[in-house]
Antibody, heavy 118, light 110 residues
Framework: EVQLVESGGGLIQPGGSLRLSCTAS????????MSWVRQAPGKGLEWVSI???????YYADSVKGRFTISRDNSKNTLYLQMNSLRVDDTALYYC????????????WGQGTLVTVSS | QSVLTQPPSASGTPGQRVTVSCAGS????????VYWYQHLPGTAPKLLIY???QRPSGVPDRFSASKSGTSASLAISGLRSEDEADYYC???????????FGGGTKLTVL
């Protein structure tokens, strides 16, 4: 059974750093495209970042230069390192699997909440 | 503001058919597949439609979708109370190398 479990969220001051984790089971993170998507309070879904199976990475303009997506194949885990956090980064962060071949984001985790506030 | 425009709200009564629209442009909907997601806030979003009109296994055939030119729509027939959720359209944006979501439509079952 495919499962994604996010962790690492919490309350952090502006300018701080946080690393989110997404532990996968039932499939290999390394064989899929993996994305982070967030939802700010009262707002819609916003794509944040993607890592391809070949290791290429891409970011939304709003987080470029501050966030880094990575994975640990031995732990079958996806990460999102978030630096220079801002108040408007406050959101529920979801990881999602994209198996490619235009199947879309077919499995999502339950999300982990990041609150940036002084 | 998203490049994909959805109405903020929609509503219907049980058993009714409702549609949710998604308007884009030649650079997004016009040149890529459209996807639809169902989301109850605080829970994992669920893929409803991929490649414009394909349903993943387990998605009831009450859900259907279509695309024409630079617009797409999701239709829900035989509306049920459990369909009350937020619905998002999305496309892969080549120039961003990332996903773009519509603003979302909150569906209320009256």
């Amino acid at each position: 059974e495919v499962q994604l479990v996010e962790s690492g969220g919490g309350l952090i001051q502006p300018g701080g750093s946080l690393r989110l984790s997404c532990t996968a089971s039932g499939f290999f993170v390394s064989s899929n495209y993996m994305s982070w998507v967030r939802q700010a309070p009262g707002k819609g879904l916003e794509w944040v970042s993607i890592i391809y199976s070949d290791g290429s990475t891409y970011y939304a303009d709003s987080v470029k230069g501050r966030f880094t997506i990575s994975r640990d194949n031995s732990k079958n885990t996806l990460y999102l390192q978030m630096n220079s956090l801002r108040v408007d980064d406050t959101a529920l962060y979801y990881c999602a699997r994209d198996p490619g071949y235009d199947y879309g984001l077919d499995y999502w985790g339950q999300g982990t909440l990041v609150t940036v506030s002084s | 503001q998203s490049v994909l425009t959805q109405p903020p709200s929609a509503s219907g009564t049980p058993g009714q058919r409702v549609t949710v629209s998604c308007a884009g442009s030649n650079s997004n909907i016009g040149s890529n597949y459209v996807y639809w997601y169902q989301h109850l806030p605080g829970t994992a979003p669920k893929l409803l439609i991929y490649r414009n009109n394909q349903r993943p296994s387990g998605v009831p055939d009450r859900f259907s979708a279509s695309k024409s030119g630079t617009s797409a729509s999701l239709a829900i027939s035989g509306l049920r109370s459990e369909d009350e959720a937020d619905y998002y359209c999305a496309v892969w944006h080549d120039s961003l190398s990332g996903w773009v979501f519509g603003g979302g439509t909150k569906l209320t079952v009256l």
